[in-house]
């Protein structure tokens, strides 16, 4: 099994539209959650943190469900900007040892 | 916009050569990271230079030698190559090791022939 799962997509969507992603982790371990963005041919950027009482920043809400073992990412009203890939992203604390895994990302195009 | 810059942008190597990847963060962080990102797979962290700790993934070849002559440069050196080493090879760098927050360089896109 992965460390760290999500649906590749691509999901496609109209302007406007509420579209939803889900990443599953599979180490107890982990700490900390990110949602990364990355645009076709660019690099990583950060795009959120998950708090685990979920938190919000404009049309983007991330939310995580620690008993479940899974983040979300929620974007209301989708702009033409939005496409791009999502990167999940965990950060693994193992003694004095930590690090980040990365997911796969999901593939989202936002459609005029 | 970034402060992580990256040379060259693209790369194009035989086999049989040696050649260098540079990078550069401009933002006084103190760790730096390398990571290949190819088709169909997650970004997988090759090295990890920080005032704490030098990583290496155990899985990279020893044809990717890593070099770190202070907190602002990172080298890539390659030599030998393999076909199945064409990916982008990304730079990012961050406050501290182990940060959640990284800021990534635009990366080489690099193809063995």
Known sequence: RKEVEQDPGPFNVPEGATVAFNCTYSNSASQSFFWYRQDCRKEPKLLMSVYSSGNEDGRFTAQLNRASQYISLLIRDSKLSDSATYLCVVRVHAGNNRKLIWGLGTSLAVNP | ?113
Do not use: I
Request: glycine share 6%; proline share 6%.
């Open chain 2, 1 to 113: 916009e970034t402060g992580v810059t990256q040379t060259p942008r693209h790369l194009v190597m035989g086999m049989t050569n040696k050649k260098s990847l540079k990078c550069e963060q401009h933002l006084g962080h103190n760790a730096m990271y390398w990571y290949k990102q190819s088709a169909k797979k997650p970004l997988e962290l090759m090295f990890v230079y920080s005032l704490e700790e030098r990583v290496e993934n155990n899985s990279v070849p020893s044809r990717f030698s890593p070099e770190c002559p202070n907190s602002s440069h990172l080298f890539l050196h390659l030599h030998t190559l393999q076909p199945e080493d064409s990916a982008l090879y990304l730079c990012a760098s961050s406050v501290q090791g182990g940060s959640y927050e990284q800021y990534f360089g635009p990366g080489t896109r690099l193809t063995v022939t």
